[in-house]
């Protein structure tokens, strides 16, 4: 039976309380997505441009004046909570010295490295757009995350590139070496380029930083000898090429000497004048994970000098001392500086305690320091496999409960407006990082200006965003932002609608919900059919999987919007062709997904055998003793799964390494972290199934030998092919008919979103 729902799904009491009689800007929003809005639309209908947008003076005296005149360093005098904000704590201003931000969110490095950049040693138009609309999105200090060099030599040949970084996952496929921007501060057109970059960050009165370029000369380090390599994890290196913290060991390093340290300090000053010169606020110092040379005269794990940069915290903390002061002398005490540093190391590093003293040593030589986890424990960039949901704020508040005064950023996680506030005023942190939220999000400080939260879109913290892996093209996307990267250009490729059409939308997964929703703000009538009983599609059977919440808040997240939508929801209704042609639809977007591939294995069709999408909702029907026959990525993920429900798993993988389709970077450390500590999950590699039994499989091993498991279940995951026919059949009804999600192709939430906005735009 048919049955009608105009979707107006509740949200919890502090939603509604919270923002329910707002409305977000329509002529922004309906304008953008009409491909008529840009980012001078966009800053128009802010009327958010501060003082820097209209003229900038600074107070600052010039290097030779604050050599003769030393000035004392204000800390912070944080501005008390406005009451009348939705979010007092996170939108009132803070004032840091001579400067005030805007708000206490701070945009930490971050942009699409494989994405927006060509072979340019300068921003070209999309980088500098994509860090102005960091600024414009709510961030009051905004921090490139490309090293700023002079006269840098940039290796681009791919070729050699390969040669010297080989892809053990995929020889076929380069590394990361190489796709990484390099800018040169020197070039006196680049700089044109840079005051540009400085200026759009400006126009948002928010603070622009750069960050050196302060590697060691060749064939030194801090100490000499060998120095102890420190993984990201276990293996990580070898199997994935992920870069390893730490001078590389496999030679012998002289110890550098003081004069060499000063001339690191020179270059350094070399790169803030310069960088000042094009109009940037200050620098971002590195101090953290033992890369740069403060990291590494800091931590006891690479530091073993005997001179006074060696031994206590205090001479450990000397060098980075003397480069804050040399910057501030010579670019004037209003250059700001925040030191980024781990909030501690793994073990034989210093302390939680060791870096609060840290903190209180640097008080008075930088404005502020950045906090966050250390690669050597797991993870930096935290990905969903991590259960807490900002899970190094520990580290500010503990720096904060041990006297550190110094402003602190927490860095970590901050993807949600709720938990940003709740820090704030719990004084926990002083300042909050983010990046993925403004990656995730056309808009932050709308939202939390007008109480929100829950249009901002929630991180599935895929980390797709640093790179998509050693099987995709060379480019970086958000999983559930379809706009990230393509912000700069969308004006010309998305026209407005020339007329009101009648859509229809196939299939309520997230693709269905996000193509309806935005055929509906460009002003089309749309319904929405969904067979089932909810929305949510493949992401209702995450419902149960610990480590998948970020995904089910995505999923709730765009039911939300759905709801809010003037989109007509039909659950319980299986659309066919010929209700579809009754309907007299202009347009029809199909998106009913994929189904499992079928491996030619004897004994298949076994009783014991089930497919990995089916099993989740069917643990307890499961034998104890499981095997899964592949070990990509959805079989890696459907194990831990299950190891976690109690089964005891082996994962079957005919590849070298374990989940290979998995992003590398900032995100296969944490997801190997994870199964390596389930100790009843066993992944067997270089091994082929050639047979399933009913009590078991056999497989062909590395060396070629047959061997034999005993199992009372097996788990089929060898991929998924789009339900291409079925999705054909509605062709022809409409003049407009597209495929979308996992019916187009067979792949993930980004590729599902992306192609539900594009066929959506279309309209």
């Known amino acids: 039976m048919e049955k009608e729902v105009k979707s107006d799904q509740k949200h919890d009491t502090a939603e509604n309380s919270a923002g329910s009689s707002q409305k977000q800007d329509g002529l922004s929003r309906r304008k953008f997505l009409s491909g008529t809005s840009g980012a001078a639309l966009a800053i128009a209908a802010t009327g958010l441009v501060g003082s820097r947008a209209l003229g900038r003076t600074s107070d600052a005296p010039s290097g030779e004046e604050a050599a003769e005149k030393p000035q004392a360093r204000p800390t912070t005098a944080a501005a008390k909570p406005v009451k009348s904000l939705n979010y007092p704590h996170l939108l009132s201003p803070m004032k840091i010295g001579n400067h005030v931000l805007k708000n206490h969110i701070i945009g930490t490095p971050g942009s699409a490295h494989l994405l927006l950049q060509g072979p ?18 709510g961030a009051s200090v905004v921090v490139l995350s490309q090293v700023t060099k002079v006269h840098p030599e940039y290796e681009l040949d791919v070729l050699k590139l390969r040669k010297k970084y080989p892809n053990p996952i995929n020889p076929d ?48 380090d801090v100490s000499p000898g060998k120095i102890k390599q420190i993984e990201v994890s276990t293996r990580t290196r070898e199997t994935v090429g992920a870069t390893a913290i730490g001078a590389p060991a496999e030679e012998a390093k002289k110890e550098i000497s003081e004069e060499q340290l000063q001339d690191i300090i020179d270059k350094v000053l070399l790169q803030a004048v310069l960088i000042k010169e094009c109009g ?49 002398k010579r670019c004037g005490e209003d250059f700001f500086l925040i030191a980024s540093m781990s909030g501690c190391e793994p073990e034989g590093g210093y302390t939680l305690d060791d870096g609060a003293q840290f903190a ?145 939308v196939i299939g309520g997964g997230p693709a269905g919900m996000e193509a309806a929703r935005i055929a509906a703000e460009r002003g089309h009538t749309v319904t929405l059919y969904e067979k089932s009983g909810q929305l949510g599609g493949i992401f209702n059977v995450f ?103 109690g089964h005891r798993v082996t994962v079957l993988e005919a590849a070298k390494v374990l989940a290979g389709d998995a992003a590398r970077f900032k995100f296969y450390s944490e997801f190997q972290y994870t199964w390596e500590h389930l100790s009843n999950f066993k992944p067997i590699l ?78």
């Open 120 to 137: 340019e040693l300068y921003p070209n138009d999309a980088m500098i757009a994509n860090f102005a609309n960091v600024a414009r999105k």
């Open 173 to 220: 496929h380069g590394t990361d070496a190489g796709h990484w921007p390099v800018w040169d501060l020197a070039n006196a057109g680049c700089q044109n380029l840079f005051s540009q970059l400085t200026e759009g960050v400006h126009f948002y009165d928010s603070l622009c930083l750069a960050k050196p370029d302060m590697w060691m000369p060749a064939g030194y």
């Open 280 to 328: 940037f606020d200050g620098m971002f110092i590195h101090c953290a994970y033992r890369a740069a040379v403060t990291a590494r005269m800091m931590s006891p794990l690479t530091n073993f000098r005997t001179d006074k940069y060696g031994g206590s915290l205090e001479n450990r903390a000397r060098f980075c001392i003397n480069l804050f002061d040399a910057i501030k």
């Open 360 to 504: 209180k040593l640097f008080t008075g030589h930088v404005d502020m320091i950045d906090l966050k986890g250390d690669p050597g424990d797991r993870i930096g960039t935290p990905p969903y496999f991590m259960k807490e949901r900002t899970p190094f704020l520990y580290m500010t508040d503990h720096y904060k409960k041990k006297g550190v005064t110094l402003p602190l950023n927490s860095n970590g996680g901050f993807t949600n407006l709720d938990w940003a506030e709740e820090a704030l005023a719990a004084n926990k942190t002083d300042t909050v990082g983010m990046c993925r939220a403004f990656i995730c999000n056309r808009d932050i400080l709308h939202p939390a200006v007008e109480g929100r939260s829950e249009d901002v879109r929630p991180c599935i913290r895929c980390n797709r965003c640093y790179g998509n892996g050693s099987f995709y093209p060379w480019n970086s996307t958000c999983a559930v932002n379809p706009e990230w990267g393509l912000e700069h250009k969308l004006s010309q490729m998305i026209s407005p609608p020339t007329d009101q059409k009648k859509v229809a």
């Open 543 to 645: 419902d149960n999987v610990s480590f998948k919440w970020p995904h089910k808040d995505f999923r709730d997240y765009l039911v939300r919007q759905v709801g809010k939508s003037k989109v007509t929801v039909r659950l319980n209704t299986e659309a066919d062709p010929a209700m579809i042609e009754r309907g007299g639809y202009d347009a029809v977007i199909v998106a009913i997904g994929a189904e499992p591939i079928v491996p030619d294995i004897p004994g298949i069709g076994g009783k014991n055998v089930i497919y990995a999408v089916d099993a989740h909702g069917k643990e307890n029907t499961l034998a104890k003793d499981v095997v899964i026959i592949g070990g990509g990525y959805v079989g890696t993920e459907t194990g831990m799964h299950l190891a976690q429900k």
């Open 686 to 763: 270089q091994a082929s199934c050639n047979a399933i039994t009913k009590d078991g499989v056999t497989y062909i091993d590395a060396d070629g030998k047959q061997q034999s498991i005993k199992a009372g279940s097996v788990v089929v995951a060898v991929g998924m092919k789009p339900r291409t026919d079925p999705a054909l059949q509605f062709a022809g009804i409409s003049k407009w008919f597209y495929r979308i999600g996992d019916c187009q192709e067979a792949g993930d939430v980004r590729t599902a979103i992306r192609s539900a906005f594009s066929a959506a735009s279309m309209l």
